[in-house]
């Protein structure tokens, strides 16, 4: 059974480990783990530890897509190209980004050549190219081949599985946010 869209175990984590400055300042901010039980295993625990980086990173895709929205975009319906050892080796953390942001989850073949400082690069050109012509609701598509490596796409069976996940930890955030020192 693919573990991203089975039951969760009941295990959440807020994997703020060093604050939380993603989505919201919480610079004292601290992790946690809840749900634990004599029937919790150590997969459960590493379920909860993937799980819950993949749902701060489901937060981050939703807030850019509001902002893209409120700026009279559409949201981004596209793929998400990832790089880094982490999804290039684990499929399940690949499925889990796809599941829980509903978009494709792609591993360019030519990820040592540094994606993320060229995905920079080319969001900075295009916005460059937008400014020179003095629209910032112009079209800018940069061509760039692709050569995909791995690509995991959403099973719509999950989306709900996703969505009581991130309203899951979100409560488990505002339960002991109060005890964080905000400093």
Known sequence: P???????????????????????SRGGAQACISGLTRET????IVHACLESVILRVGCVIKLLNEARSSEGHIPSQGIIVASG??????SLWRQMLADCSSMDVVIDADSSSECSSRGVAMMVAGALFKRELG???????FEEPLLIAHRAKP???AR??????????????DAVSSTWNDA
Do not use: D, K
């Open 135 to 141: 629209n910032p609701l112009a079209t800018c598509n």
């Open 155 to 157: 099973n719509a069976a």
């Open 2 to 24: 693919n573990p991203s869209s089975s039951p969760p175990s009941g295990v959440t984590m807020v994997p703020f480990l060093s604050g939380e400055r993603s989505t919201v």
């Open 41 to 44: 295993t150590p997969a459960h």
């Open 85 to 90: 050892n982490a999804l290039e080796q684990s």
């Open 160 to 173: 709900e599985r996703w969505r009581v996940a991130i309203a899951r930890q979100e409560s488990l955030i």
